[in-house]
């Protein structure tokens, strides 16, 4: 897929000039910007438009995508490149219809007839930064459906951000939800109480997105649980009862583990 666009044309279109606000300004300037550096493919200037969390994930998919025996070497920007050539993951317009801003975020949407699109974007750094985050969990759960959007993508049978995840084999379920807002668990750890080690990471190569749930089958016993999320945080539970009854914690905020 290739962005068409007209830069000067792109100026006299837009009602950028007429009866938006300075804070709308201001986000239809980081998307023009956007809009920019896909035409040239300057793929690093970018992914510099878009939020931390983005950058992150795009960075994490390519090295699951790497070790899977794709030639991203770890780059977030190559694997960002084979997106935006091969699926329409991003589908820039010169034409922006709205601009809105709710709980603290704004949300743009451009294109005309059947070929609208929504952006979500967030303020970072003094800047308004596109939150690429829900259309790559949006396109790897097309993937997930057996509905890849990529043309030709031989990593398309990778599970990097299913809705359920059900592991182990015991006979005792314990269960999560993804309840954070906007914001991916990478790592999940169980071990018993009486073990020095946390062991290895349940996702394996998975993330858990918001939203998803996980569910991990355990012999009945007493265990320590620790969870990472895509900002490093950490989020823990100790001396958990697991029986046959089962245990469920919907991970929110309110759970994350407090730094000393």
Sequence with gaps: MKIKLVTAFLFLLLPACIG???????????????MDNAEEENWRGLARGFSEESNLLLDHIAEIYT??????DNSGEELLASLI???DLLSFSEIVVSIEFRNEKAYLVSGQGSRTAS??????????KLDL?????????EIMEGTP???????????????????GQGACEFALRNDLEDISIWNVY????????????????????????????????TYDIRLVDSDEHTYTLWQVELNNQGIFWPVTGLDIDETI
């Design 20 to 34: 938006w606000s300075n804070e709308q300004k201001e986000v239809l300037e980081d998307y023009n910007a956007l």
């Design 67 to 72: 070790e899977a025996g794709v030639p991203f």
């Design 85 to 87: 050539s091969d699926t």
């Design 119 to 128: 952006y979500q974007f967030l303020r970072e750094n003094q800047s308004w």
């Design 133 to 141: 985050v829900p259309a790559l969990n949006d396109f790897l759960g």
């Design 149 to 167: 959007t990529a043309t030709a993508n031989p990593s398309s049978s990778i599970s990097t951000s299913p809705t359920y995840i059900n592991t």
């Design 190 to 221: 169980c071990s018993p109480s009486d073990s020095d080690s946390w062991g290895d990471d349940w996702l394996g190569s998975s993330i858990l997105g918001s939203g998803a749930e996980m569910g991990i089958w355990l012999d009945e016993g």
